[in-house]
DNA sequence: GAGCTTTATCTGCAAGGATGATAAAGTTCG
DNA sequence: CGAACTTTATCATCCTTGCAGATAAAGCTC
């Protein structure tokens, strides 16, 4: 059924070139705005002529907007440019265990409003009651905005082409066309990604600047269970259509504790929220509402909490290192409450890892912190705006293209 | 130092449009020749005029040539169109823990000659006396021929840049410039490889036809160690510049036996060949010399055979199950001499990953073994073809032009 | 204020693919 | 046999892209 011949090779052309470039534009204003033309010129080597035609041609469709001239260095000033923020907005999504987030955010990806709301109640009717309340923040506040597209992470197993929640364990949720209720009640295109891939995302486009380069980032989400979202080559990875579970239930112990999935030693139950709870509650008898409040009571000098915070942290360099030589990549954020008690895990997180590399002197690895308060709604920011650019798909179906393929001889030469 | 303003941006320009376009034909006349200019047309989508003056450029390059007038389908006949598999030839070497291969491929990246020798001595005195023996090859049977490129795998750590061999525990090796030393010896360009990344590019290059669309694939080669290899979205996954060791050293048993690494329970000492081979020993105190003798013994009836080669596929599938569950890819592809027990191995490992999956139904995983004999060597092939076409650099560097990065407000709205 | 630098624009050019007409070489069928 | 139709390949023309070099605008320096 699949065959080659039917296959359609997407080729290039001259709109392509256009797209790219209107593109690497844009992304470069908005990265480093105020810019000149100028500017840009001497970061992307096109020649000047160049530049203000695709500038201009930005500023006709309001992309893009020149400001104030700005000082001059011993010659004509430059006229700065900025991305039209008011040009695209967005609408986040974070669905929580617990609670829920969803935010507006303008062309910038900057959070312009951010409210929660508990996560409670069948899933469709808790769907629809916060795409009312959406409905009502955009109603009071927004009421001639124009949105573009709808971002949401969601903990759990994600069909991207339907835009269905698969299933999440730790909601209780199984199979949810989130996309289909939430463009039936907000008329705008929706896209449903998992949380830990949205946490990656969120690194990538709002992580430090000192990673500007970073190619390959994988982020490890603490929360009630344990997710992972994988940046390659600048770009998430999502595997097939539907499956990508992430390494939350990446075996470390045939022996460990009993995992939701069926199988032992899971890392989610050993490094998630929930396993460092119930391994407090083990070793203390006394229950605890969060992980943030063990946080307090570590800092406070209680040392069950510490040592409770140090096995969790012993689980998670166990994870990483098993992660960090597989897929070598170049940062390693750990996002969730247990990333403020980084004083307390980061190091033994660090340590476990060097312990298992081979060569740690070589390899230039950075694990920190996430660089966001809630990274899987941060994330759902780029996973909507992303949509706005087409190019990134072309870039796929360029690649596709390129795939080669032999045919092998009949007789393979033995040796 | 690494600063985003010194970052050179990539464009796009009309030579790239051109460059993508003709490797793409290019590509597309060596996966279906014979080939007419019409077919050309449909597959594209391009009109039949641009298809000829591109085809026509191809011909005067002389990577592409007219053969005999095709049949007519109710028309005038086409014309095919062959890749003048004579336009570039390449060397690729093998080097493995007992033998190594160099084999000489021409453009279609089929093999032409294949010759193997031990593998022993000092690294680099065995470098240069495999380089005099290809050096002979070339001398006796290939004169006349230019060759592009030679292509190296290797089992161990490489530094893909400096084309070296930082460490291989399996070969012995450490420190070895194999590039250096090689295109000193050939005087071509040399690239070196990972054994299992090669492995994978192999099944991307020469597997199936029905896999055509398959961009995401795991190969798992298991030799004297374990090794992993990764394409993702069509491209090797090779993480940061050195460092990807492969999942190799990923630990499934806090308990289990030692690894060179320094850790327990290290995937390399559950499934390799090496543990196999132990562990027939230690239940049976008889020596065996490779697993293919042990793949022998089974099909002729030896329980510890059998038993050992199950034990190893139940090990095989608790790592296949952990990466399948976090990468997700289309296809996972085993190879090594233990492929060839793939009627005993195969469907114990699809038990195993089944069992370990939350939803078996809806996951279209596709697991098998290596569709080559020897894959580390079949790979090379298209490590040294792949870089006598550019684009693939070229869309990189488009794509990093692409990401984008927004700076955090001093402060984060909390929740 | 002359000369220089920096910034942005303008005008013509080369090269890519798109388009539609046309030629070439068969088949089909009355 | 030959007119009509198909399939395949080419040609001349057009639009769009980025490129190049000249030119204009606006400030600094001495």
Redesign the interface.
């Given at each position: 059924m699949?065959r080659?011949?039917n296959?359609?090779?997407?080729?290039?052309?001259?709109r392509?070139?256009r797209d790219?470039?209107q593109?690497?534009f844009l992304?470069?204003i908005?990265?480093?705005q105020p810019i000149s033309r100028a500017e840009i010129a001497k970061?992307?080597?096109?020649r000047a002529g160049t530049v203000s035609a695709i500038v201009n041609r930005l500023i006709r469709e309001k992309l893009v907007y020149e400001g104030v001239a700005g000082p001059s260095s011993g010659g004509r000033p430059p006229k700065y440019l900025y991305v039209n923020a008011e040009s695209a907005y967005v609408i986040a999504i974070d669905i929580g265990v617990r609670?829920s987030?969803y935010a507006v955010s303008d062309f910038?990806?900057?959070?312009l409003t951010?409210r929660?709301m508990l996560t409670k109640g069948e899933p469709e009717a808790f769907l629809r009651s916060l795409a009312g309340e959406i409905k009502d923040l955009i109603g009071a506040q927004y009421a001639r905005t124009r949105f573009k597209a709808v971002g949401v992470s969601i903990p759990g197993?994600i069909d991207r082409d339907e835009g269905t929640l698969?299933?999440s364990?730790n909601l209780g949720w199984k199979d949810i066309p989130v996309r289909a209720i939430l463009e039936e009640e907000l008329g705008y295109p929706v896209y449903v990604e998992n949380d830990a891939n949205a946490a990656a995302f969120a690194e990538?486009?709002?992580?430090p600047?000192?990673e500007?380069?970073v190619?390959?980032l994988l982020f490890v989400l603490v929360v009630e269970g344990l997710g992972?979202g994988?940046i390659?080559?600048?770009?998430l990875?999502?595997?097939?259509r539907?499956?990508?579970?992430?390494?939350g239930?990446?075996?470390?112990?045939?022996?460990g504790p009993l995992c939701s999935?069926?199988?032992r030693g899971c890392w989610e139950t050993l490094a998630s929220n929930r396993a460092t709870l119930t391994r407090y509650r083990a070793v203390t008898g006394t229950s605890i509402g969060s992980v943030t409040d063990l946080i307090s009571l570590a800092q406070q000098g209680d040392q069950a909490a510490l040592e409770t915070l140090r096995a969790t942290a012993a689980y998670l360099g166990?994870g990483i290192?098993?992660?960090a030589?597989?897929?070598?990549?170049?940062t390693i954020v750990i996002g969730g409450e247990i990333a403020g008690a980084w004083q307390i895990i980061g190091p033994l997180i660090r340590e476990k890892v060097q312990?298992?590399y081979?060569?740690p002197s070589?390899?230039?690895?950075n694990i920190r912190p996430a660089?966001?308060?809630?990274p899987s709604l941060f994330g759902a920011i780029?996973i909507a705006l992303q949509h706005c650019?087409h190019?990134?798909q072309r870039?796929?179906a360029?690649?596709?293209?390129?795939?080669?393929?032999?045919?092998?001889?009949a007789k393979?030469?033995?040796?």
């Open positions: 699949k080659a011949d296959r359609k090779l997407h080729m290039v052309g001259l392509d070139v790219i470039n593109t690497v992304h470069l908005r990265e480093r970061a992307t080597g096109l609670d987030v910038n990806g900057r959070l951010q929660a197993l698969v299933i364990p990538l486009w709002y992580g600047l000192e500007v380069g190619r390959t992972t994988l390659i080559n600048g770009e990875h999502v595997g097939s539907v499956g990508l579970g992430g390494f239930h990446m075996s470390l112990d045939p022996n999935c069926g199988r166990e290192a098993n992660l030589h597989g897929l070598s990549p170049e312990s298992r081979i060569l070589r390899i230039n690895l660089s966001v308060q809630r780029p650019f190019p990134a870039f796929d360029l690649k596709r293209a390129v795939t080669p393929r032999i045919k092998l001889p393979v030469a033995g040796r």
